[in-house]
């Protein structure tokens, strides 16, 4: 197949192909410590309380000042506070742009709304069993961009399935038939990989492997947010464009093709 990428980019699709996953700094970390002063203001407007001097110990602590019979609501209004702003995309997107753009394209549809996640320390109420996204009607040609707003490590961040291990789990997939996602996940437990994300990197991962959280077992509180990037042009699935995606990154040549009217009478 020809093979016209630089000799960088063929590095990184390789290391991603092998891993499912890359780690690396926030390519835009003003945009990225914006997104996290505006999830703390909006925090600290919800709890009537004074702006911290440390946004990290803030954000690490909040199971100190949220309970978990209210985390939801906690979290549903810093979601919408989030999304209200119409930078807020944009500077999500500039954080991995240059990645998204290697291993996705450069012609992008990106998720409508970005999503955030807390969970506290010992909460049960916050977990993601394990699953691949695809199960659910994701399109393979998907690739979620995590991005955490404190360190995340252990317990405290994700796991994900590498490759290898995934394709022997997809072979033998029909025997869990009338079994539950806790059976899979003790079967495959040896093989995880639980990635570690300090504040100020991002996770680009295919969400065709499997992946979830477990119970946070560590002293601090996770936050953590993510979003799905496609190609505009490659297939969809439940999740359609205009519904779930929309285009960011459209060049000349498409615009000028999705509006291309043929002449009254014309015939090929």
Same mark, same amino acid.
């Given at each position: 197949?020809?093979?016209?990428?630089? /000799?960088?980019?063929?590095?990184?699709?390789?290391?991603?192909?092998?891993?499912?996953?890359?780690? !690396?700094? !926030?390519?835009?970390?003003? $945009?990225?410590?914006?997104?996290?002063?505006?999830?703390?203001?909006? /925090?600290?407007?919800?709890?009537?309380?004074?702006?911290? $001097?440390?946004?990290?110990?803030?954000?690490?602590?909040?199971?100190?000042?949220?309970?978990?019979?209210?985390?939801?609501?906690?979290?549903?209004?810093? *979601?919408?506070?989030?999304? /209200?702003?119409?930078?807020?995309?944009?500077? &999500?997107?500039?954080? !991995?742009?240059?990645?998204?753009?290697?291993? %996705?394209?450069?012609?992008?549809?990106?998720?409508?709304?970005?999503?955030?996640?807390?969970?506290?320390?010992?909460?049960?109420?916050?977990?993601?069993?394990?699953? !691949?996204?695809?199960?659910?009607?994701?399109?393979?040609?998907?690739?979620v961009l995590w991005i955490?707003?404190?360190?995340? &490590?252990?317990?405290?961040?994700? &796991?994900?399935?590498?490759?290898?291990?995934?394709?022997?789990?997809?072979?033998?997939?029909?025997?869990?038939?009338?079994?539950?996602?806790?059976?899979? &996940?003790?079967? *495959?437990?040896?093989?995880?990989?639980?990635?570690? *994300?300090?504040?100020?990197?991002?996770?680009?991962f295919n969400q065709n492997l499997?992946?979830?959280?477990? %119970?946070?077992?560590?002293?601090?509180?996770?936050?953590?947010?993510?979003?799905?990037?496609?190609?505009?042009?490659?297939?969809?699935?439940?999740?359609?464009?205009?519904?779930?995606?929309?285009?960011?990154?459209?060049?000349?040549?498409?615009?000028?093709?999705?509006?291309?009217?043929?002449?009254?009478?014309?015939?090929?």
């Open positions: 197949m020809t093979n016209f990428l630089s /000799a960088d980019e063929q590095a990184l699709t390789r290391r991603f192909m092998e891993t499912g996953h890359i780690i !690396a700094p !926030a390519e835009d970390r003003a $945009a990225l410590d914006r997104i996290r002063d505006l999830l703390v203001r909006s /925090a600290c407007e919800w709890l009537d309380c004074p702006p911290p $001097a440390d946004p990290d110990t803030f954000l690490n602590g909040i199971g100190e000042r949220v309970p978990v019979d209210r985390l939801n609501d906690f979290r549903l209004h810093q *979601i919408g506070r989030l999304n /209200a702003e119409p930078w807020a995309r944009a500077a &999500y997107f500039a954080a !991995a742009r240059r990645t998204l753009e290697t291993l %996705v394209g450069n012609e992008l549809a990106m998720q409508r709304r970005l999503n955030l996640s807390i969970q506290l320390s010992g909460d049960d109420s916050s977990l993601l069993p394990v699953h !691949a996204d695809v199960w659910s009607g994701d399109s393979p040609f998907e690739l955490p707003l404190v360190d995340c &490590y252990r317990t405290k961040s994700m &796991y994900l399935l590498p490759p290898g291990p995934s394709r022997a789990l997809q072979e033998r997939m029909a025997g869990y038939t009338g079994r539950n996602t806790d059976d899979i &996940y003790q079967d *495959i437990e040896p093989d995880l990989l639980w990635l570690d *994300i300090p504040y100020g990197h991002f996770l680009l499997p992946h979830g959280n477990r %119970v946070n077992q560590e002293p601090e509180a996770r936050w953590s947010m993510n979003c799905r990037f496609k190609g505009v042009f490659t297939p969809y699935a439940d999740k359609r464009l205009g519904e779930f995606f929309e285009p960011v990154t459209l060049r000349a040549a498409s615009r000028l093709g999705m509006a291309y009217d043929y002449p009254t009478g014309f015939k090929e």
